[in-house]
């Protein structure tokens, strides 16, 4: 059977799967096939506490299929970046075997495999396998992180040539990396990808972040989640050495904006593609709140704190007085078994203007009214959820691509403030305030401009809109 089919392979994590997962639905959207493959555990998160099956029966021309766990049984939760490091590792060695009984896979009613959309972190992984397998086949790579980190890990070997990096300990964080094309003077060695910095957590090594990024120079195309006027001068200098770049995002809008257009109903996108079970508590709650007035807070699906920070944390919001809905992740805390003790005026003020909750539905959230800003590790896709909805941020990295973005919001799109490195009461106390009371104005008076340009560019005739066309017609012209 002759036509276009799309297989899909994002990396095993929430942050991963959310976007691509969005794509496949707007590819499918435009009827094209779409075999999206996940790992075994993957599937049963999505199947229990997302809504896989109603994305099969929503899309007849979307398909999904599962390949075996490449690592070792991880809970998915809390995993911190060494654990995340050794999945990623793992599956990149491990995928490609049980990824080619899929490619050649025949079948009356489906046509064959034409193009694959691979998640960019597995670096030459498609490429062996058609080269492999010896069949042309178009390869596009998608990097769901940040485009502001993309051109970072790209560039990362001219900056050892031009010797910004090494970063030389503790004392050279706050120098500031001139040479980088796009982003002169603007990067401090603490706002460099966090494998950057000497002794860096995790065991994903800079020469191999710096290696899979170079890889994707083999690749077909490129897919982004951003949208133009967010990161123009970046990706005019991605631009220059990848020629086909098609930039999609605000991937989690797009895809509800188009379905409202279709009038499929849209209010459990996120719920659908979610690994953890969704407490939907906080709704109501955030219903008897001023407008404006909740600071949400969480920290994403694999930052882990001590008990330290915790309290410093927990310290600074109760202190601010202002009110807050906490994403407390049950593993979100290290060492709480040693001592999980809670002083009495946290739990005072917890119970006088908190919330709390071990997984919300976060776009949702984020799109409330009550929420007036969000305190964050700046994954890529909380930032973007963040932007649309003209939400300010304050943010404090934790790993990878986090430390390039909490620069840019706080530098670049000026929607918030970076508390990166510190973990200290008084400081979020006063980030607290100065994002909701002091500087609030200003930060949302430029929150709620870039919301508008996200929203503009996946309107028809804006920028994402007319990228979705365009790859949409390249994918076809290849399948022919
Ligand atoms: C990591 C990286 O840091 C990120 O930048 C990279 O691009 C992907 O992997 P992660 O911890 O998964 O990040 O954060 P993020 O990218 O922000 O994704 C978290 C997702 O979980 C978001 O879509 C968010 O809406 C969702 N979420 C989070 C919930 O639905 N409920 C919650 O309670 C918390």
Redesign the pocket.
């Known amino acids: 059977m002759a036509g276009a089919h799309v297989l899909m392979f994002p990396c095993p ?4 799967v ?1 976007p691509m997962l969005k794509l496949a639905e707007l590819l499918a959207l435009h009827h094209l096939h779409v075999t999206f493959i996940n790992t075994h555990s993957i599937h049963n998160r999505l199947t229990r506490y997302g809504d896989i099956q109603s994305l099969s029966a929503s899309y007849p021309t979307l398909h999904f299929n599962t390949i075996a766990d490449c690592y070792s049984h991880v809970n998915h939760t809390g995993i911190g970046d060494t654990t995340a490091g050794n999945i990623i590792l793992s599956t990149t060695l491990h995928a490609k075997p049980l990824l080619r009984n899929i490619l050649l896979a025949q079948s009356p009613e489906i046509p064959k495999v034409t193009c694959i959309i691979q998640d960019g972190i597995f670096g030459s992984l498609s490429n062996d396998l058609a080269s492999e397998l010896g069949i042309p086949i178009t390869i596009i790579h998608f990097r ?3 485009p502001c980190c993309f051109w970072p890990y790209f560039w990362l070997p001219n900056l050892f040539k031009t010797n910004e990096l090494p970063i030389r300990g503790d004392e050279d964080m706050d120098r500031i990396i001139s040479n980088m094309p796009g982003m002169e003077n603007l990067l401090r060695c603490r706002d460099l990808p966090s494998f950057c910095r000497p002794g860096a957590k995790g065991n994903l090594s800079i020469d191999w972040v710096s290696f899979q990024t170079q890889q994707s120079l083999a690749a077909d195309a490129l897919i982004l989640n951003t949208f133009e006027e967010l990161d123009r001068l970046v990706l005019s200098q991605i631009r220059l050495y990848f020629p086909k770049v098609y930039t999609l995002g605000p991937l989690h809008h797009h895809l509800n904006v188009r379905k409202a257009e279709t009038n499929e109903a849209n209010d459990n996108t ?1 719920f659908r593609s ?1 690994f ?1 079970e ?1 407490d939907r508590s906080c709704m109501a709650w955030l219903d008897a709140q001023a407008q404006g007035s909740v600071l949400y807070v ?1 920290f ?4 882990i704190v001590t008990r330290e920070e915790l309290m410093e944390f927990w310290h600074g919001l109760v202190n601010s007085k202002k009110r807050f809905l906490w ?1 407390m992740r049950p593993d979100l805390v290290v060492g709480r078994e040693k001592d999980d003790r809670i002083p009495e005026e946290l739990e005072e003020g917890t119970k006088e203007r908190g919330f709390m ?1 071990e ?5 949702e959230v984020l799109t409330h009214k009550a929420i007036g800003g969000f305190l964050t ?1 700046s ?5 973007l ?1 963040s932007l649309v909805a003209g939400v300010p941020m304050i943010c404090w990295p934790y ?4 430390q390039v ?1 909490s620069r840019f919001v706080s530098e670049v799109w000026k929607v918030g403030l970076d508390m990166k490195d510190v973990c200290d009461r008084d400081v979020v106390e006063k980030m607290v305030n100065d994002l909701m009371v002091y500087r609030r104005d200003e930060f949302l008076k430029s929150a709620q401009a870039m919301a508008m340009l996200a929203h503009q560019s996946v309107s028809p005739g804006g920028s994402s809109h007319s990228s979705m066309q365009d790859l949409i017609h390249y994918i076809k012209s290849v399948s022919k």
Not at 13 to 16: A, E, L, P, S
Not at 300 to 303: D, L, M, R, V
Not at 399 to 402: G, M, N, T, V, Y
Request: glycine content about 8%.
């Open positions: 994590f929430q942050g991963h959310r769901t992180s940040s996120s979610s953890f969704v969480s994403g699906t694999s930052t994403v909750v997984w919300a539905p976060q776009e590790h994954g890529w896709n909380s930032t959820e790993f990878a691509d986090q973005n």
